[in-house]
C-alpha cells in the first residue's frame, strides 16, 4: 500500500507487485486472503481511514518500523 502513488483500480494481481501498489490500507483488507501479508509504504501523512479487519487470518506492517502512522477517522463511522 502506498499513499502518494498507489491506485485502487488496480487488479489484485498487480497490486501484489510492490512497484504498483494499491492506495488505500481499505482496499487491500478488503482483498485480505488467509495468511496475506499487507505491507503499508512510508508516507508524511498519517493513514486516516477507517479499518475494519473481519475474520482474517494475515499481517498488517510497516514496510520500514516506525515509518507508518495510522490515525481513526475524526468521526467514527455510524455503529451498524
Not at 14 to 19: H, I, Y
Not at 24 to 42: C, E, F, M, N
Not at 63 to 78: A, D, H, N
Request: a negative charge.
Amino acid at each position: 500500500v502506498a499513499k502518494s502513488t498507489g491506485d485502487d483500480t488496480r487488479t489484485d494481481t498487480t497490486a501484489r507487485n510492490a512497484a504498483t501498489p494499491w492506495k488505500t490500507i481499505t482496499k487491500a483488507l478488503q482483498r485480505l486472503d488467509a495468511g496475506d501479508t499487507i505491507v503499508v509504504l512510508p508516507s508524511s501523512d498519517a493513514y486516516a481511514e477507517p479499518l475494519q479487519i473481519v475474520d482474517a487470518d494475515g499481517t498488517l506492517m510497516a514496510q520500514t518500523p516506525g515509518t507508518v502512522t495510522i490515525t481513526p477517522p475524526i468521526t467514527p463511522p455510524s455503529a451498524k
